[in-house]
């Protein structure tokens, strides 16, 4: 039998799957226990700083690639999809504008006729 689960069938109680109160001392994480989710050596901190390695670029690789292609989707088929709502906003906005002028032009005629007068 495995050392570290000797330890753990020891130190852990079956029914509720937490420590016995005789390891208050020791924290709830055990190195090999059921509710951390890790291994004893996962739990090792590296008190070296290492630098970024050929393997750490590899691996971001993928993720990298997924926000390139997003933001190139975003920059190019987006717009395009939206580009006749866009068309008709700025149809509409200049409709509006004809016809503010329209209205703009009714009100100064009737004020140069009284003037005239």
């Known amino acids: 039998m495995d050392p570290v689960s000797v330890v753990i069938g020891e ?22 226990s059921v ?7 996962s739990k ?4 070296e700083d290492r630098g970024i ?6 691996a971001i690789m993928p993720t990298v690639l997924i926000l390139l292609l997003t933001i190139f989707i975003m920059v190019t088929v987006i717009p395009y999809a939206f580009s006749s709502v ?8 200049e409709l509006e504008a ?11 005629e009737p004020n140069q006729t009284q003037s005239s007068q």
């Open 98 to 108: 004809q016809q503010e002028a329209v209205s703009a032009g009714q009100d100064a």
């Open 35 to 41: 509710l951390s989710g890790g291994s004893g050596r």
């Open 86 to 93: 866009i068309k008709q906003l700025q149809a509409v906005s």
């Open 11 to 32: 130190n852990m109680n079956r029914k509720s799957r937490l420590p016995n109160s005789d390891d208050e001392g020791q924290g709830a994480l055990d190195v090999g």
């Open 44 to 47: 090792v901190t590296i008190k």
């Open 53 to 58: 390695t050929c393997k750490d670029i590899r």
